[in-house]
């Protein structure tokens, strides 16, 4: 085990180094050994992050252990035996270790949730982080901190590390390259930039595009980009063409998107990362050390003759999407793994970096939404009119839902009565009584929760005679949230689709949201109607 020379566990080394990440990079290609890197990252994460000790871990893969290569800072005191971390299932590190994923641990005041908490009180640690480092497609090893204060990492601390052992994985992988210290390493100044930038980014439109450019840059290849839906289903996106590429990228994409999932999603059910794959007519004992390995042609037969390889873009299980690259007609068989290898590391660096801008954006876009859904209620409020509120309420609630079809439907003992819509073909209908009650109500009235009906063609309960509303509409998948004023149903807000929709938790929070404008509206009117009455 490596025990770094500087002192303070907190404090800048004695050497400075650049604040950029990739200043970082370059520093980490210059380093010869592991533990060099080790201090690189080490001297990085010091500057960015308060902690007590850090320490490093090699995996290894044969007997499930953690070796620590290298520590700084507090000392543990544990006897040389911990020098091997366990990784089972109660251990801190199975997670990371089995999983890929980052933990951040708070030590309970009493009683162990993970092994170990109890000498972890005893030497006052209040907090351990856990990153898996994670290269060549598998998990190497670990970044282990500790921090005495009981609130010193936060969600900011795991993404910060996590970028940092991402980083590392790919320079721990690009040193077991062959040609590494050789001058001809791909990872060399622009591999470096891009990976920067990857990490950098403030868009996805970004991410993708660095990804494209220094794919295309270090490795000639042609390259076909995937999404995948939470249903595990891939569609082909777009492509960048490589040079002395003549393949027909779009018409391939479109053929080969059915077959991603049973290649990339295969271990993901187990609780597992998804699975990488390369596809070459001449099988090479370099290339299946890499990734599983196939016949070209059992992916497509317009690849004959060329080598691809399948990327997923995930972070840790959750995958966003593929990319397989192409190299068509002869490739260089020495340069081929390293240009896998590259392939394998920008993969690695752009689908935690996606995945991150994705939350950052349904954040934005969460905040937005409520803060619209407040201004919505303070309008309503202030609106005299109650049928200029339900106006108002349907038409923003169609702009920030992009539904078809909103509307409200009051309710009453024996008929409804629609009061306002917007997307609708036909208003003729509202201010109305219709004698029928729906069904759906009464679902709504016995669970005080929302009714969803995946589709109205398919569903029995709805006929021409009890909603000609939607049946004149054309609406299929729809949403009937309750309305609750002094616990009371008084109407429901209708949200549909004229085409199949799956409504998702985060759609349903925000359409009660909307619902609870409605409320407003109806308790608003109450009163002013009392007040008219008592003058």
């Not at 994923?101 to 209040?126: F, M």
């Not at 994985?169 to 690009?174: E, V, Y």
């Not at 021409?464 to 309305?483: C, D, F, N, Q």
Request: glycine share 6%; net charge negative.
């Amino acid at each position: 085990m490596i025990t770094s020379q500087y002192s303070s566990p907190q404090g800048a080394s004695p050497e400075p180094r650049s604040y950029r990440l990739l200043d970082v990079l370059r520093s980490l290609e210059q380093e010869a050994h592991p533990a060099g890197m080790y201090a690189v990252i080490d001297d990085a994460l010091s500057r960015r992050i308060l902690f007590d000790r850090i320490a490093f871990g090699r995996l290894d893969q044969a007997t499930r252990r953690i070796t620590v290569e290298y520590e700084r800072g507090v000392s543990l005191g544990f006897p040389a035996r911990y020098e091997t971390l366990p990784t089972y299932a109660t251990s801190l590190f199975n997670t990371a270790v089995e999983h890929g994923k980052t933990v951040l641990h708070h030590v309970p005041d009493a009683g162990e949730l993970r092994d170990g908490d109890a000498v972890r009180r005893k030497l006052g640690i209040r907090q351990a982080l856990v990153s898996p480092i994670t290269a060549n497609g598998e998990v190497s090893g670990i970044i282990l901190l500790n921090s005495l204060a009981p609130s010193g990492f936060t969600d900011s601390t795991i993404t910060t590390v996590e970028t940092f052992a991402r980083v590392l994985g790919m320079a721990l992988a690009a040193r077991q390259s062959p040609s590494y210290g050789t001058g001809t390493m791909h990872a060399s100044e622009t591999l470096a930039i891009t990976l920067a930038r990857i990490a950098l980014a403030e868009t996805v439109d970004e991410v993708i595009d660095h990804l494209y450019h220094g794919i295309v840059t270090t490795t000639g290849a042609s390259i076909l980009r995937f999404s995948r839906s939470p249903e595990g289903a891939y569609a082909f996106e777009d492509a960048r063409q490589g040079p002395d590429c003549h393949l027909d990228l779009w018409q391939t994409g479109r053929a080969i998107a059915g077959r991603l999932h049973g290649l990339i999603d295969a271990n993901v059910a187990f609780g597992a990362i998804p699975q990488r794959a390369i596809f070459a007519d001449r099988h090479s004992s370099d290339l299946d050390a890499l990734a599983q390995l196939h016949d070209a042609g059992t992916l497509d037969k317009r690849l004959h003759g060329a080598v691809a390889a399948a990327t997923p873009l995930h972070a840790a299980r959750d995958v966003l999407g593929a990319l397989v690259t192409v190299w068509p007609g002869p490739t260089v068989d020495t340069t081929l793994p390293d240009h896998i290898r590259t392939v394998f590391s920008f993969g690695d660096l752009a689908g935690p970096a996606i995945h991150r801008l994705i939350l950052l954006q349904r954040l934005e876009q969460r905040v937005a939404e409520i803060d619209t859904i407040r201004r919505l209620t303070d309008s309503v409020a202030r609106t005299p009119r109650y049928h200029d509120a339900l106006d108002i309420i349907c038409r923003t609630s169609h702009l920030i839902t992009g539904f078809d079809f909103v509307a409200v439907l009051e309710t009453a003992t024996d008929h409804l009565t629609w009061r306002a819509v917007a997307g609708a073909r036909d208003t003729s209908y509202l201010n109305q009584r219709h004698p029928a009650r729906h069904r759906a109500i009464a679902r709504i009235e016995q669970s005080d929760e929302e009714v969803i009906i995946p589709d109205v063609h398919r569903d029995p309960e709805f006929t021409p005679e009890l909603m000609p509303v939607h049946r004149a509409e054309g609406l299929r998948s729809t949403a009937l949230i309750p309305v609750y004023v002094n616990a009371r149903l008084r109407a429901a807000m209708v949200f549909a689709s004229r085409q199949l929709h799956t409504y998702t938790e985060s759609e349903l929070a925000v359409l009660h949201s909307l619902a609870a404008t409605v409320a407003t509206a109806i308790a608003s009117d109450d009163a002013r109607l009392r007040q008219t009455s008592n003058t």
